[in-house]
């Protein structure tokens, strides 16, 4: 049996919560899959689960009380003042995926943002993490923004789940909002967040044009 808690609740912390996503995620990037966590300090994600009032469940087994998984929910507001919930930090013991772990830490942060107020779900996952993304879209996510960052050494996929229907929650918006930034992130920057050459040419000339106070 699985006993799903709040961080709190346990006798774990978020170094080891940390350590267990690592883990997790090191097998993976056997695999060529990579995620941030891995280069992040527990310090570094400790911080942003507090600045943004997060919460951490961990999924337990009840018997012996270790860590069968875990995933962390963040609360936002975007540039409208919506209020918005942040999935980051999923990860389950591979020994037992498959078992319907995911779906508990998942249905359970949702129900936590519904109990919010939130009106969506953003979460993202690596470009080349198939199982990942198919999850995502399964549980009715929808893709909806692609990007690169600084320190990695892949391109992400944004994906939005709305919980109060939107125009910007819509199969067509987030189709042409996903396109439009996944051909903007690959003509100006490299998986590790660096200029391409077309893109490193557009900073130049725009830098330019401020210096000479054309805009």
Excluded: W
Excluded at 101 to 124: D, K, V
Excluded at 134 to 142: F, I, R, S
Excluded at 155 to 169: A, D, Q, T
Aim: overall charge positive; hydrophobic content about 35%.
């Amino acid at each position: 049996m699985v006993q799903l808690k709040e961080l709190p609740e346990t006798p774990y912390t978020i170094d080891d919560v940390h350590e267990f996503i690592k883990n997790v995620y090191e097998k993976r990037a056997d695999a060529g899959i990579h995620f941030q966590a891995l280069s992040k300090s527990t310090e570094t994600i400790e911080h942003r689960i507090m600045d943004n009032h997060g919460i951490v469940f961990v999924a337990l087994d009840e018997r012996t009380k270790e860590i069968l998984g875990t995933g962390t929910i963040l609360f936002h507001f975007d540039e409208r003042q919506i209020p918005y919930a942040g999935f980051i930090l999923a990860a389950v013991r591979p020994d037992v995926q498959g078992q319907g772990i995911g779906n508990l830490l998942r249905q359970r942060r949702e129900q936590c943002a519904i109990e919010h107020g939130c009106h969506y779900i953003i979460s993202s996952t690596a470009s080349n993490a198939e199982s990942s993304i198919q999850y995502h879209l399964k549980n009715g996510a929808k893709k909806y923004g692609f990007s690169s960052s600084k320190n990695s050494d892949y391109y992400s996929i944004y994906f939005r789940k709305e919980l109060v229907g939107s125009f910007k929650g819509s199969s067509l918006y987030c189709f042409v909002r996903y396109q439009l930034t996944k051909t903007k992130t690959k003509l100006l920057f490299r998986e590790d967040g660096n200029y391409t050459k077309f893109g490193s040419f557009c900073f130049n000339i725009i830098k330019k044009l401020r210096k000479n106070h054309c805009f």
